[in-house]
Protein backbone atom coordinates (compact mmCIF):
# COMPACT_ATOMS: atom_id res chain seq x y z
CA UNK A 1 0.00 0.00 0.00
CA UNK A 2 1.31 3.21 -1.31
CA UNK A 3 2.46 5.72 1.87
CA UNK A 4 -0.03 8.77 1.17
CA UNK A 5 2.00 10.79 4.08
CA UNK A 6 4.79 10.66 1.75
CA UNK A 7 3.57 11.78 -1.39
CA UNK A 8 1.77 15.07 -0.12
CA UNK A 9 4.96 16.22 1.29
CA UNK A 10 6.64 15.97 -2.01
CA UNK A 11 3.46 18.01 -3.77
CA UNK A 12 4.30 20.65 -0.97
CA UNK A 13 8.06 20.91 -1.87
CA UNK A 14 6.89 21.09 -5.21
CA UNK A 15 4.55 24.13 -4.89
CA UNK A 16 7.16 25.56 -2.46
CA UNK A 17 9.65 25.51 -4.47
CA UNK A 18 7.59 27.18 -7.72
CA UNK A 19 6.33 29.77 -5.38
CA UNK A 20 10.40 30.82 -4.95
CA UNK A 21 11.30 30.68 -8.35
CA UNK A 22 8.02 33.21 -9.35
CA UNK A 23 9.38 35.79 -6.12
CA UNK A 24 12.69 35.64 -8.05
CA UNK A 25 11.35 36.23 -11.80
CA UNK A 26 8.72 38.79 -10.34
CA UNK A 27 12.14 40.93 -8.51
CA UNK A 28 14.04 40.86 -11.62
CA UNK A 29 11.02 41.85 -13.31
CA UNK A 30 10.81 45.13 -11.09
CA UNK A 31 14.92 45.69 -10.98
CA UNK A 32 14.45 46.40 -14.72
CA UNK A 33 11.93 49.24 -14.14
CA UNK A 34 8.54 46.78 -14.10
CA UNK A 35 5.10 48.44 -16.04
CA UNK A 36 7.51 51.79 -16.21
CA UNK A 37 9.48 50.53 -18.92
CA UNK A 38 6.57 50.12 -21.58
CA UNK A 39 5.50 53.59 -20.87
CA UNK A 40 1.80 53.64 -22.60
CA UNK A 41 2.44 50.65 -24.75
CA UNK A 42 2.56 48.31 -21.87
CA UNK A 43 0.26 44.71 -23.00
CA UNK A 44 -3.04 44.81 -21.44
CA UNK A 45 -4.04 42.34 -18.92
CA UNK A 46 -5.16 39.23 -20.28
CA UNK A 47 -8.98 38.55 -19.02
CA UNK A 48 -11.19 36.58 -19.93
CA UNK A 49 -14.21 37.01 -21.79
CA UNK A 50 -17.25 35.89 -21.16
CA UNK A 51 -19.48 33.83 -23.23
CA UNK A 52 -22.59 35.14 -23.95
CA UNK A 53 -25.01 34.06 -26.87
CA UNK A 54 -26.19 36.66 -29.31
CA UNK A 55 -29.05 39.10 -29.30
CA UNK A 56 -31.66 38.20 -32.07
CA UNK A 57 -30.86 41.56 -33.89
CA UNK A 58 -26.99 39.88 -34.18
CA UNK A 59 -28.10 36.78 -36.08
CA UNK A 60 -28.55 36.93 -39.58
CA UNK A 61 -31.71 36.03 -40.95
CA UNK A 62 -31.74 32.73 -43.22
CA UNK A 63 -32.05 34.93 -46.43
CA UNK A 64 -29.53 37.41 -45.99
CA UNK A 65 -26.34 37.06 -47.43
CA UNK A 66 -23.22 39.05 -47.13
CA UNK A 67 -22.07 42.77 -47.85
CA UNK A 68 -20.44 43.51 -51.01
CA UNK A 69 -18.47 46.92 -50.32
CA UNK A 70 -18.22 47.24 -54.02
CA UNK A 71 -22.19 47.36 -55.18
CA UNK A 72 -23.28 48.27 -51.14
CA UNK A 73 -25.72 51.12 -51.56
CA UNK A 74 -25.33 51.84 -55.12
CA UNK A 75 -28.53 51.43 -55.46
CA UNK A 76 -31.28 52.26 -52.72
CA UNK A 77 -34.68 51.16 -51.87
CA UNK A 78 -37.97 53.22 -51.41
CA UNK A 79 -41.05 52.13 -50.49
CA UNK A 80 -43.85 53.44 -52.92
CA UNK A 81 -46.91 51.98 -52.04
CA UNK A 82 -45.97 48.77 -50.78
CA UNK A 83 -47.03 49.05 -47.25
CA UNK A 84 -50.93 50.01 -48.45
CA UNK A 85 -51.47 48.42 -51.84
CA UNK A 86 -53.13 44.92 -52.06
CA UNK A 87 -53.02 44.21 -55.96
CA UNK A 88 -49.80 42.80 -57.13
CA UNK A 89 -50.27 44.91 -60.40
CA UNK A 90 -50.35 47.75 -58.13
CA UNK A 91 -47.91 47.48 -55.82
CA UNK A 92 -44.57 48.68 -56.16
CA UNK A 93 -41.10 49.97 -54.47
CA UNK A 94 -38.92 52.22 -55.91
CA UNK A 95 -34.98 51.77 -57.22
CA UNK A 96 -32.82 54.38 -57.17
CA UNK A 97 -29.32 54.20 -58.76
CA UNK A 98 -26.93 56.79 -56.62
CA UNK A 99 -26.05 60.57 -58.55
CA UNK A 100 -22.75 59.44 -56.85
CA UNK A 101 -22.28 56.52 -58.88
CA UNK A 102 -18.71 56.46 -60.67
CA UNK A 103 -20.77 53.85 -63.25
CA UNK A 104 -23.56 52.45 -65.01
CA UNK A 105 -25.56 49.11 -62.41
CA UNK A 106 -26.66 46.42 -64.11
CA UNK A 107 -29.52 44.62 -61.97
CA UNK A 108 -30.90 42.64 -63.80
CA UNK A 109 -30.14 38.98 -62.14
CA UNK A 110 -30.31 40.58 -58.71
CA UNK A 111 -32.98 39.71 -56.43
CA UNK A 112 -35.67 41.28 -54.09
CA UNK A 113 -36.89 39.40 -50.75
CA UNK A 114 -39.35 39.95 -48.13
CA UNK A 115 -39.43 39.07 -44.37
CA UNK A 116 -42.27 36.61 -44.30
CA UNK A 117 -39.55 33.73 -43.03
CA UNK A 118 -39.03 36.02 -39.93
CA UNK A 119 -42.52 35.88 -38.95
CA UNK A 120 -44.43 32.41 -37.75
CA UNK A 121 -48.39 31.53 -39.03
CA UNK A 122 -50.53 30.38 -37.78
CA UNK A 123 -52.17 27.34 -39.08
CA UNK A 124 -54.62 24.32 -37.41
CA UNK A 125 -54.21 26.34 -34.12
CA UNK A 126 -50.09 25.96 -34.58
CA UNK A 127 -47.45 28.14 -35.17
CA UNK A 128 -45.80 27.47 -38.34
CA UNK A 129 -42.61 28.80 -39.96
CA UNK A 130 -43.40 30.84 -43.50
CA UNK A 131 -40.54 30.77 -46.29
CA UNK A 132 -39.74 34.01 -47.46
CA UNK A 133 -40.41 35.61 -50.82
CA UNK A 134 -37.44 35.83 -53.45
CA UNK A 135 -37.64 37.35 -56.71
CA UNK A 136 -35.32 37.85 -59.53
CA UNK A 137 -35.29 41.15 -61.38
CA UNK A 138 -35.61 40.01 -65.27
CA UNK A 139 -34.57 41.63 -68.19
CA UNK A 140 -36.31 44.32 -69.93
CA UNK A 141 -36.47 46.47 -73.35
CA UNK A 142 -34.58 49.50 -73.77
CA UNK A 143 -37.02 50.74 -76.62
CA UNK A 144 -40.75 49.35 -75.88
CA UNK A 145 -41.36 48.56 -79.52
CA UNK A 146 -44.60 49.96 -80.90
CA UNK A 147 -44.86 46.51 -83.18
CA UNK A 148 -44.39 44.58 -79.73
CA UNK A 149 -41.10 42.79 -80.97
CA UNK A 150 -39.47 44.11 -77.82
CA UNK A 151 -35.35 43.17 -77.68
CA UNK A 152 -34.88 42.35 -74.43
CA UNK A 153 -31.15 43.36 -72.56
CA UNK A 154 -29.86 43.58 -69.10
CA UNK A 155 -31.17 46.66 -67.29
CA UNK A 156 -28.80 49.23 -66.46
CA UNK A 157 -29.02 51.97 -64.23
CA UNK A 158 -27.18 54.55 -64.54
CA UNK A 159 -26.24 57.28 -62.28
CA UNK A 160 -29.52 58.99 -60.93
CA UNK A 161 -31.67 56.69 -62.86
CA UNK A 162 -35.21 55.16 -61.36
CA UNK A 163 -36.87 51.76 -61.56
CA UNK A 164 -40.38 51.36 -60.21
CA UNK A 165 -40.29 47.91 -59.42
CA UNK A 166 -44.55 46.29 -59.87
CA UNK A 167 -45.04 43.14 -58.62
CA UNK A 168 -47.37 41.70 -60.60
CA UNK A 169 -47.60 41.66 -64.40
CA UNK A 170 -48.33 44.84 -67.60
CA UNK A 171 -51.65 44.81 -68.79
CA UNK A 172 -52.25 42.36 -71.52
CA UNK A 173 -55.26 44.38 -73.55
CA UNK A 174 -55.00 47.62 -75.48
CA UNK A 175 -53.65 48.92 -78.62
CA UNK A 176 -49.98 48.01 -77.17
CA UNK A 177 -50.27 45.37 -74.45
CA UNK A 178 -47.32 45.94 -71.81
CA UNK A 179 -45.54 42.33 -71.70
CA UNK A 180 -42.39 43.48 -71.21
CA UNK A 181 -40.44 45.58 -68.69
CA UNK A 182 -39.19 48.54 -70.56
CA UNK A 183 -37.30 52.26 -69.86
CA UNK A 184 -40.17 55.27 -70.20
CA UNK A 185 -39.22 57.41 -73.37
CA UNK A 186 -41.10 60.81 -73.82
CA UNK A 187 -43.54 58.83 -76.01
CA UNK A 188 -44.82 56.72 -73.12
CA UNK A 189 -47.70 59.10 -72.27
CA UNK A 190 -49.73 57.31 -75.43
CA UNK A 191 -49.01 54.07 -73.38
CA UNK A 192 -51.86 55.19 -70.84
CA UNK A 193 -53.81 57.08 -73.48
CA UNK A 194 -54.23 54.47 -76.07
CA UNK A 195 -55.06 51.64 -73.68
CA UNK A 196 -57.34 53.54 -71.69
CA UNK A 197 -55.38 52.41 -68.37
CA UNK A 198 -53.46 53.86 -66.05
CA UNK A 199 -50.17 52.83 -65.37
CA UNK A 200 -49.00 52.53 -61.73
CA UNK A 201 -47.65 55.14 -60.77
CA UNK A 202 -49.36 56.89 -63.69
CA UNK A 203 -46.77 58.28 -65.77
CA UNK A 204 -46.74 62.23 -66.24
CA UNK A 205 -48.93 63.45 -68.52
CA UNK A 206 -46.80 65.74 -69.89
CA UNK A 207 -43.77 64.00 -71.45
CA UNK A 208 -45.23 63.72 -75.14
CA UNK A 209 -44.55 66.26 -77.76
CA UNK A 210 -46.50 69.17 -77.73
CA UNK A 211 -49.19 68.14 -80.92
CA UNK A 212 -48.34 72.10 -82.28
CA UNK A 213 -44.78 70.55 -82.90
CA UNK A 214 -45.91 66.97 -84.46
CA UNK A 215 -47.99 68.91 -87.24
CA UNK A 216 -46.76 71.57 -89.81
CA UNK A 217 -49.39 74.22 -88.56
CA UNK A 218 -48.52 77.27 -90.47
CA UNK A 219 -50.20 75.67 -94.04
CA UNK A 220 -53.68 74.71 -92.48
CA UNK A 221 -56.41 76.37 -92.67
CA UNK A 222 -58.41 78.39 -89.48
CA UNK A 223 -60.27 75.25 -88.36
CA UNK A 224 -57.63 72.32 -88.42
CA UNK A 225 -55.15 75.40 -86.66
CA UNK A 226 -57.86 75.87 -83.90
CA UNK A 227 -57.98 72.35 -83.61
CA UNK A 228 -54.60 70.86 -83.05
CA UNK A 229 -53.72 73.63 -80.62
CA UNK A 230 -57.00 72.73 -78.39
CA UNK A 231 -54.85 69.54 -77.94
CA UNK A 232 -53.62 68.01 -74.87
CA UNK A 233 -49.70 66.07 -74.66
CA UNK A 234 -50.09 62.17 -75.05
CA UNK A 235 -54.10 62.46 -75.92
CA UNK A 236 -55.33 60.63 -79.35
CA UNK A 237 -58.61 62.60 -79.99
CA UNK A 238 -61.88 60.33 -79.71
CA UNK A 239 -64.35 60.54 -82.86
CA UNK A 240 -67.42 59.80 -83.71
CA UNK A 241 -69.56 59.97 -86.28
CA UNK A 242 -73.66 59.76 -87.05
CA UNK A 243 -75.31 59.23 -89.57
CA UNK A 244 -75.22 62.08 -91.69
CA UNK A 245 -71.45 61.75 -91.81
CA UNK A 246 -71.02 64.47 -89.18
CA UNK A 247 -67.90 64.31 -86.66
CA UNK A 248 -67.48 64.87 -83.00
CA UNK A 249 -64.16 64.89 -81.90
CA UNK A 250 -63.88 64.98 -78.25
CA UNK A 251 -67.20 66.08 -77.72
CA UNK A 252 -66.72 68.88 -80.38
CA UNK A 253 -68.76 69.13 -83.39
CA UNK A 254 -67.80 71.51 -86.66
CA UNK A 255 -64.43 69.91 -87.17
CA UNK A 256 -63.88 69.39 -90.49
CA UNK A 257 -63.37 65.35 -91.35
CA UNK A 258 -59.98 66.55 -93.34
CA UNK A 259 -58.44 67.90 -90.41
CA UNK A 260 -59.07 64.83 -88.51
CA UNK A 261 -57.51 62.97 -90.83
CA UNK A 262 -55.03 64.70 -91.51
CA UNK A 263 -54.09 64.69 -87.83
CA UNK A 264 -54.99 61.64 -86.52
CA UNK A 265 -51.42 59.85 -87.45
CA UNK A 266 -49.30 61.55 -85.78
CA UNK A 267 -50.57 61.44 -82.76
CA UNK A 268 -50.32 57.82 -81.34
CA UNK A 269 -47.29 56.10 -79.59
CA UNK A 270 -45.84 54.79 -82.81
CA UNK A 271 -45.87 57.58 -85.10
CA UNK A 272 -43.72 59.48 -81.99
CA UNK A 273 -41.56 56.82 -82.06
CA UNK A 274 -40.63 56.63 -85.52
CA UNK A 275 -40.43 60.30 -85.34
CA UNK A 276 -38.44 60.85 -82.40
CA UNK A 277 -36.37 57.79 -81.36
CA UNK A 278 -33.33 59.10 -82.43
CA UNK A 279 -33.29 62.44 -80.22
CA UNK A 280 -31.15 62.99 -77.65
CA UNK A 281 -33.72 63.14 -74.88
CA UNK A 282 -35.89 60.39 -76.25
CA UNK A 283 -35.22 57.87 -73.32
CA UNK A 284 -35.77 59.41 -69.83
CA UNK A 285 -34.35 58.13 -66.80
CA UNK A 286 -37.26 56.45 -65.47
CA UNK A 287 -37.74 52.12 -65.99
CA UNK A 288 -41.41 49.96 -65.28
CA UNK A 289 -39.76 47.00 -63.88
CA UNK A 290 -42.20 44.30 -63.62
CA UNK A 291 -41.87 40.97 -61.53
CA UNK A 292 -44.91 38.66 -62.80
CA UNK A 293 -46.36 37.96 -59.38
CA UNK A 294 -49.71 37.06 -58.68
CA UNK A 295 -50.08 38.20 -55.07
CA UNK A 296 -48.70 40.82 -53.49
CA UNK A 297 -45.24 41.07 -52.37
CA UNK A 298 -44.82 43.45 -49.44
CA UNK A 299 -46.69 43.33 -45.87
CA UNK A 300 -48.22 46.64 -44.66
CA UNK A 301 -46.26 46.48 -41.57
CA UNK A 302 -43.54 44.42 -40.04
CA UNK A 303 -41.41 44.38 -43.38
CA UNK A 304 -38.05 44.23 -44.55
CA UNK A 305 -37.60 44.34 -48.05
CA UNK A 306 -34.21 43.18 -49.11
CA UNK A 307 -32.26 43.45 -52.93
CA UNK A 308 -29.04 41.58 -53.28
CA UNK A 309 -26.86 40.88 -56.12
CA UNK A 310 -26.43 37.71 -58.18
CA UNK A 311 -23.77 36.62 -55.90
CA UNK A 312 -26.52 37.08 -52.77
CA UNK A 313 -24.43 40.15 -51.70
CA UNK A 314 -27.24 42.51 -49.98
CA UNK A 315 -26.96 46.20 -51.93
CA UNK A 316 -29.66 47.80 -49.71
CA UNK A 317 -32.73 46.73 -47.18
CA UNK A 318 -35.38 48.71 -46.34
CA UNK A 319 -37.48 48.11 -42.80
CA UNK A 320 -41.09 49.65 -41.90
Known amino acids: MADKSSGGVDALSDLWWFIGIMVVLGALWIAGGGAARYGNNAPPPV ?16 YRGSTSLANYRQVQISRGNASSAYQSSREYIILTAGYSNSAPVSITGWTLTNSQGQKLAIQNKRFVEQSSARVAIPTGALIFDPAGRHIQSPIILNPGD ?6 GSGQSFGDYPIKTSFKVNKCSGYLETQNDYKLEPPLSGNQCPDPETEVALASLPDQCYDFVRGLARCHIPKVSENRDGDRTVDGR ?3 PKICVDFVLPYLDYGACVRRHINDRDFLSKEWRIYLGQRWEMWAD ?10 SGNIIDQLTY
Open 47 to 62: VASPVSRPSESEVEPR
Open 301 to 310: KRETITLSDA
Open 253 to 255: TGV
Open 162 to 167: RAYVIT
